[in-house]
């Protein structure tokens, strides 16, 4: 289709992916490729940038603390506040 990828690797993950905060990173991650690639939308800075595994903690260890420990939105939700405020 003509399309850019790009490779998520997960420290200490094989193919699969087994642990919970890594699947829904990826989850998460799929739904904004498809939303840049597919909707048209603009797309997140880990896609034209890329992100490391370690600035990706970082980012949710803030989110964490912004939130009182329970991540963003008041939930475990991982995904920035402008993805939310976007409702993806």
Same mark, same amino acid.
């Given at each position: ?10 420290? !200490?993950?094989?193919?699969?992916? %087994? ?20 909707? !048209?939308?603009? @797309?997140?800075?880990?896609?034209? =940038? ?10 949710? =260890?803030?989110?964490?603390? =912004?939130?009182?420990?329970?991540? !963003?939105?008041? !939930? ?5 506040? @402008?993805?939310?405020?976007?409702? %993806?």
């Amino acid at each position: 289709m003509n399309k850019d990828f790009v490779m998520l690797f997960y420290p !200490g993950e094989s193919h699969s992916i %087994r642990k919970k905060e890594n699947q829904v990173d990826y989850h998460y991650r799929v739904l904004e490729w498809f939303n840049h690639y597919v909707r !048209g939308d603009e @797309a997140p800075k880990w896609i034209t =940038e890329g992100v490391t595994h370690l600035e990706r903690q970082k980012e949710i =260890e803030k989110m964490k603390k =912004e939130n009182g420990g329970k991540g !963003g939105s008041g !939930g475990s939700d991982p995904r920035s506040d @402008a993805t939310r405020r976007r409702g %993806r």
